[in-house]
């Protein structure tokens, strides 16, 4: 049974920074990628960032690059979200998830992630 658990969300001043930390129990496939969506009251999910196994490459929606950095420790099954310079518009609900990921084009793609964690409000004001 996996489990996937984010912590580390709450409310920040637009500038500030907050770190998520997801940590992830049960068998998860080495061959899963690893990422952060987002959503937004009323809109759909949005992939954030994400590691891609198949090269272990990163991957940033362009609305946080430069800004946001995930990152992982495989020894602890725990992956990571830094967000620096955080705006209003990155409030929602972050979300953890695992799953299979054909291409490095599509690691941000909602539909390829199969387990997902129950999420972690961040609120920027």
């Known amino acids: 049974h996996v489990q996937l658990v984010e912590s580390g969300g709450g409310s920040v001043q637009a500038g500030g920074s907050a770190r998520l930390t997801c940590v992830g129990s049960?068998?998860?496939?080495?061959?899963?990628?690893r990422g952060w969506l987002r959503q937004a009251p009323g809109k759909e999910h949005e992939g954030v960032a994400a590691?891609?196994?198949?090269?272990?490459?990163?991957h940033y929606a362009d609305s946080v690059k430069g800004r946001f950095a995930v990152s992982q420790d495989n020894a602890k099954n725990t992956v990571y979200l830094q967000m620096n310079g955080l705006k209003p518009e990155d409030t929602a609900m972050y979300y953890c998830?695992?799953?299979?990921?054909?291409?490095?084009?599509?690691?941000?793609?909602?539909?390829?992630?199969?387990?997902w964690g129950q999420g972690t409000q961040v609120t920027v004001s």
């Open positions: 049960g068998y998860i496939n080495r061959r899963y990628s």
């Open positions: 998830a695992a799953g299979f990921t054909p291409t490095k084009t599509s690691v941000l793609a909602a539909e390829n992630f199969l387990y």
């Open positions: 590691i891609y196994t198949g090269d272990g490459s990163t």
